[in-house]
């Protein structure tokens, strides 16, 4: 994959796409494949495969957000604002990525795994729309500012 993104000229929605499916994909195939591969086969049906599922399509959002959030957090042009909400952001990833998992299993916290899987997407969703609309403003402000170098250019 490094070598496809390399070869050519890509624009950076399309990078920022295609390491986050790859890290999304490659955490399904890991986690995911085999448990529904042997169980979900199975006669009796059991809603814990419907949970993996939608536990997944949550990860691809989580991947999709990290991934936008570490390439904006690279950016040398990224105003104060914005690198604090990066920075927000891929807290929260390593906070629920590490705490996340061992929420379900706590005997502590009473909760059930369909208002755990409810927590994780709500976090998920947020953390996706807040790099959504950073990304959003910084695309529109390098457009701007290509334009202005570009008409400055000409002349």
Not at 49 to 63: A, D, K, P, T, V
Not at 68 to 81: E, P
Request: with cysteine; glycine share 6%; charged share 15%.
């Amino acid at each position: 994959m490094h070598g496809w993104l390399q070869k050519k000229a890509k624009p950076n929605h399309l990078r920022i796409l295609a390491v986050a499916l790859g890290w999304a994909g490659a955490e399904a195939i890991v986690h995911y494949l085999i448990p529904l591969w042997i169980g979900a086969r199975d006669i009796e049906f059991s809603w814990e495969y419907i949970e993996m599922g939608l536990l997944s399509n949550i990860n691809i959002l989580q991947h999709l957000s990290t991934s936008t959030a570490v390439w904006l957090g690279m950016r040398n042009d990224l105003g104060t604002v914005s690198m604090s909400v990066v920075t927000i952001v891929c807290t929260a990833q390593l906070l629920l990525s590490a705490f996340g998992n061992h929420m379900k299993k706590s005997l502590v916290l009473d909760y059930s795994s369909s208002s755990v899987l409810g927590m994780r997407f709500m976090v998920a969703i947020s953390m996706f729309a807040l790099v959504s609309v950073n990304y959003g403003i910084y695309t529109k402000r390098t457009e701007k500012t290509t334009t202005t170098t570009n008409a400055q250019q000409k002349w």
